[in-house]
């Protein structure tokens, strides 16, 4: 199980990575192999969003999972993104298009910059809804080999409604 302590070192090399600019990739002791199995996680997780299939996004996930969605209380843990995202699938068909802007590798962890467009069609009928925005991905290589969703966080980059 990941510690406070992994959270912190996983912080503090998201920081030190946060200035650098064009996109990027940067070897690790594993080289370009795993370079490439990681940048597969980013087409796995957004095919698996995509399916609308809540199974195939939770596999993507770790147990310890943490989404920060936009203006709600963050999302700790598998079951609490189940319930979440059930409820997402169960209002929209939701599908997202995501640009990778920055991808990097640093042994069993991979932190990945995007933009996305988003756009979820009501399950009830209605307009969809679109948004668009920027986000970051921390991935973990779990003990499976498997690159899993940690932490995701993403905000619109349009403004809030009026009130």
Do not use: Q
Not at 37 to 60: F, G, K, Q, V, W
């Amino acid at each position: 199980m990941r510690t406070a302590h992994h959270t912190l070192a996983t912080l503090a090399i998201l920081a030190a990575v946060g200035g650098c600019g064009a996109p990027t990739s940067h070897a690790t002791v594993d080289g370009a192999a795993a370079d490439t199995t990681a940048r597969h996680a980013h087409e796995a997780y957004t095919t698996a969003i995509n399916s609308n299939n809540l199974d195939s996004l939770l596999a993507m996930v770790t147990e310890d999972v943490v989404f920060l969605s936009p203006n709600e209380p963050v999302i700790v843990g598998k079951a609490a993104v189940r319930a979440w995202s059930e409820s997402y699938l169960k209002a929209f068909t939701i599908h997202w298009d995501k640009t990778v802007s920055e991808f990097i590798v640093a042994g069993e962890w991979a932190f990945e910059r995007y933009s996305y467009a988003e756009h979820d069609t009501p399950a009830g009928g209605g307009a969809a809804v679109t948004d668009t925005g920027k986000g970051l991905i921390i991935y973990h290589r779990d003990s499976d080999g498997k690159w899993r969703v940690a932490r995701d966080a993403w905000s619109s980059d349009l403004p809030l409604p009026k009130k």
